[in-house]
């Protein structure tokens, strides 16, 4: 019998309905990783300079879309 070891992942994600999902972060999370006050991170998603969903008053982003604006950025 082999130990399988669990598969590493740079991005959180959830089985929801047999589906992998991304976790969301919220504004502060996010904020957190592009080093940015979490309003500012708000502002340009608004702008749309950013990808994130609004629910309600609180904003989620996907940990890869933060990945490729940092990208997009540095190629630019």
Known sequence: MT????????VPVSVIAGKEVELLLDSHEAAAV??????????????????GVQVGKLWRFRPS??????????SA
């Open 34 to 51: 592009l080093g940015v006050h979490p309003r500012t991170l708000q502002r340009m998603a608004q702008r749309g300079q950013i990808a």
């Open 3 to 10: 130990d399988k070891k669990p598969v590493s992942r740079a």
């Open 65 to 74: 879309s933060l990945s490729n604006w940092i990208d997009n950025r540095l």
